[in-house]
């Protein structure tokens, strides 16, 4: 059960942090994974942990946000393996600024990685998904999409995962008699190369008092998620909007 042997896999923001582990995952199943980012560098290392275990990597610099490269990076990806199966949007990131205090470029920038960058990629290559008939697009949203946060000041990622939860639903509703599936991951804490180990040990006091489990989610611990909504066998879910975040949402 499971199986990915032979599907491609794409997911973006590969180098670091979720994007990494999401990536490695994938390929522990069998896909083969084309690894997207701005950092050449970072993306060839994930390649060769991918390589070393066994399964097919693609590093392609590309940034999410000019829709040009993602038409490039497609079209290399097909070439190379002849189709797209899964899409995974985990590029993003958020600027600290209050609404009455945020600069508007940097709103602007916020838009452009963590809402524009996925619909972007949600296009092209469920351009290729809808012509083959087949496909599994997971978004990474997260908690904060669900809701604010007093503790920190990210109105722009707020607004925007809110944005992917949503854009998410439509594209499960559009495409439900294409075979392409849509489904959407909300996050609580993990610690990434954004939330570093100084990051995690400011925000611990809010993230243990506000998470029935008391603790940040583990390294790993959305893995089974992740390849889950990739599967063949989740063929009849699509709209999910899955939180992973040790209870964060429940209460």
């Known amino acids: 059960m499971f199986d990915?042997?032979?599907?491609?896999?794409?997911?973006?923001?590969?180098?670091?942090?979720?994007?990494?582990?999401?990536?490695?995952?994938?390929?522990?199943?069998?896909?083969?994974?084309?690894l997207l980012g701005r950092r050449q560098s970072k993306l060839d290392a994930v390649a060769e942990e991918i390589r070393a275990a066994g399964s097919e990597a693609l590093p392609i610099s590309t940034d999410v946000t000019e829709p040009k490269q993602i038409v490039a990076a497609r079209d290399k990806i097909v070439e190379t393996w002849g189709k797209v199966d899964i899409l995974v949007n985990d590029a993003g990131g958020g600027i600290a600024g209050k609404i009455t205090e945020l600069a508007d470029e940097d709103w602007q920038k916020n838009r452009s990685l963590d809402f524009d960058g996925v619909f972007y990629c949600m296009k092209y290559f469920g351009q290729v998904m809808v012509k083959n008939g087949?496909?599994?697009?997971?978004?990474?949203?997260?908690?904060?999409?669900?809701?604010?946060?007093?503790?920190?000041?990210?109105?722009?990622?707020c607004a925007c995962k809110g944005g992917v939860i949503n854009m998410t639903r439509h594209a499960a509703a559009e495409w439900a008699h294409t075979g392409v599936t849509a489904n959407a991951i909300c996050p609580g804490f993990f610690a990434s190369e954004a939330n570093s180990p100084e990051a995690m040990k400011a925000m611990n006091g809010?993230?243990?008092?506000?998470?029935?489990?008391?603790?940040?989610?583990?390294?790993?611990?959305?893995?089974s998620t992740v390849v889950y909504l990739a599967a063949h066998e989740s063929s009849y879910v699509t709209g999910a909007i899955c939180t992973c975040d040790g209870g964060w949402t429940c209460v």
């Open 206 to 223: 809010f993230i243990t008092a506000r998470t029935p489990m008391g603790r940040p989610g583990n390294p790993g611990e959305l893995d």
């Open 4 to 34: 990915l042997t032979g599907d491609v896999a794409v997911v973006t923001g590969a180098g670091t942090g979720l994007g990494r582990q999401f990536a490695l995952a994938l390929a522990r199943q069998g896909a083969k994974v084309a």
């Open 134 to 157: 087949y496909g599994r697009v997971i978004n990474i949203a997260s908690i904060l999409g669900k809701g604010g946060l007093p503790e920190l000041p990210i109105v722009g990622y």
